[in-house]
């Protein structure tokens, strides 16, 4: 199994690499490049990622001047509804109709899993940029998508680690009943018991889900020190206000938000969110630089965005650069582009492109600000330590990806 993984990674490499070495003779494809963003523009995952993530890309296009290589750019964008077939079917009309040579955005993992089998086998590029199920780049890795912004594995070491590290050894697990919930959860279990926790109990609900009444009265009855939450978008947001009116805290047990987004704790207001303990991989008021394209972008939108939203901007531009340098469209030529060249913007640190498809870089443990602390409206974070980008992620000597040579 090693020498055939060896094998495939090798061929791989080669012809990556004999096409951005005959770039000059490549030639861009339907005088068009074409890119597709794919999200939930309408549910659960609509303001972490949705319209906001879709004027982020438009940004990066208009940034780079609307065209390459004297060819011009041209934006789709759809409605996957979270569901892996809708992504799927909408992706394979684009590739086999419209000639859409990227897929951007993708938010619920099992979309993006089953969006990225599409692009295999057709021979597209996809850059996912929402979803957070490590296994995208590990036993469901392939050699036409990247992963963007961050995955469970940095969102576990991160946050549970810090959590355990303060005397949070028992917890209790609300899992989103899916692939991203299955994910996390998995990764969150090994950190906590390496680490000399226990998980004691959990359940999983469905997604996406209005009332956790049942849910949370299962967690108090455990008797956790801790109620790990993993879940995403509005599914946290309600879990936090349920676990609320319970009376969860106040009886002596703490949330831990696994995957808290900036609009997730803006929605339910510091006084609710104080003091909560979060893994992200971009904040917008990082640096100079972070904010400077947050402020263009809160322009053009009306809120601060998301690490998501920053991620599809960086992960577009950087795409759009290894077009113009490779000088084609062709895949596998810009993403071997992609993967020689370090990703240092206004959104990643110390970033690079692994082999096996997911981009590293600096990842952030955050903590909400009291009200007292915040200055203004969007004034929500401290960022409380940084965890280097070879530390963040998966190792590869863990990794089942069949594009990694073990």
Not at 169 to 195: I, P, Q, R
Not at 314 to 335: C, F
């Amino acid at each position: 199994m090693t020498f055939n993984r060896k094998i495939l990674a090798s061929s791989i490499a080669l012809a990556a690499t004999t096409l951005v070495a005959s770039g000059a003779q490549a030639e861009m494809t339907d005088d068009e490049l074409r890119i597709g963003y794919l999200a939930d523009m309408s549910g659960t995952y609509r303001d972490l990622a949705g319209p906001g993530g879709l004027e982020a890309l438009n940004m990066a296009v208009e940034d780079f001047g609307g065209e390459v290589n004297g060819v011009p750019i041209e934006v789709f964008s759809a409605d996957d509804r979270n569901s892996a077939d809708v992504g799927a079917n909408t992706v394979r009309g684009w590739v086999d109709q419209e000639n859409v040579d990227l897929v951007a955005g993708m938010v619920a993992s099992s979309v993006s899993i089953a969006v990225s089998k599409v692009l295999e086998e057709a021979g597209g590029l996809a850059i996912i940029s929402g979803s957070a199920a490590s296994s995208i780049t590990n036993e469901h890795c392939t050699p036409n998508h990247i992963h963007w912004v961050y995955d469970t594995y940095p969102l576990a070491n991160g946050t549970a680690k810090a959590v355990v590290d303060q005397g949070g050894d028992t917890w209790f697990m609300l899992t989103a009943d899916y692939a991203f919930g299955h994910a996390l959860e998995g990764d969150v279990t090994k950190v906590v018991e390496e680490n000399g926790g226990e998980i004691i109990g959990g359940v999983r609900h469905p997604f996406p889900t209005s009332d956790f009444s049942s849910y949370i009265l299962q967690a108090q009855g455990s008797g956790a020190k801790i109620v790990g939450l993993a879940n995403a978008g509005s599914d946290t947001v309600n879990a936090i206000k349920t676990a609320s009116q319970f009376g969860l805290v106040q009886s002596g047990q703490q949330l831990a938000g696994l995957l808290i987004f900036l609009n997730d704790v803006h929605a339910m207001g510091l006084e609710s969110t104080q003091g909560l303990l979060l893994t992200t991989g971009w904040y917008w008021d990082m640096d100079d630089q972070s904010r400077e394209w947050a402020e263009r972008y809160f322009e053009r939108v009306g809120s601060m965005p998301t690490m998501v939203q920053a991620g599809v901007y960086s992960s577009t531009m950087h795409y759009l650069n290894a077009v113009d340098a490779a000088d084609t469209d062709e895949s596998q030529a810009v993403r071997a582009q992609m993967a020689a060249t370090p990703v240092e913007d206004f959104f990643s640190r110390n970033g690079r492109i692994r082999e096996d498809g997911r981009m590293v870089h600096d990842m952030y443990l955050a903590e909400v600000k009291s009200p007292e602390e915040s200055t203004g409206e969007w004034d929500l974070y401290k960022i409380k330590s940084t965890i280097p980008a070879d530390e963040a992620y998966r190792p590869l000597s863990e990794s089942q990806c069949k594009l990694v040579q073990n």
